[in-house]
Nanobody, 118 residues
């Protein structure tokens, strides 16, 4: 399973960005999809998560500002980020729990950089 993330970039504080991540490569079934981020010198943390049933959860720091969604027909997960703050600057990684033929495994995308200037 390959994950291709896009949509990162440079934005001023208060601005918005929309990240996309498409899963490809003989994907049979996708359970959970999510976004994580890693700022310089920090660990990778969960930003938002969505199940195959559409249930979502968010990190406290982004709740009310970010929205995660998915298009099952396109095997794609989105992250709409509004009211961005300099503290949101990080590399954002998408991740899915997917099955190709049997057991489920977690897969990671290559990351997309989001930089928020003050």
């Amino acid at each position: 399973v390959q994950l291709q993330a896009s949509g990162g970039g440079l934005v001023q504080a208060g601005g918005s960005l929309r990240l996309s991540c498409e899963a490809s490569g003989s994907v049979f079934s996708i359970k959970a999809m999510g976004w994580y981020r890693q700022a310089p010198g920090k660990q990778r943390d969960l930003v938002a998560h969505i199940t195959d049933g559409g249930a979502t959860n968010y990190a406290v720091a982004v709740k009310g500002r970010f929205t995660i969604s998915r298009d099952n027909a396109k095997n794609t997960v989105y992250l709409q980020m509004n009211s961005l703050e300099p503290e949101d600057t990080a590399i954002y990684y998408c991740s899915v729990v997917a099955s190709r033929t049997g057991p489920y495994f977690r897969y990671w995308g290559q990351g997309t950089l989001v930089t928020v200037s003050s």
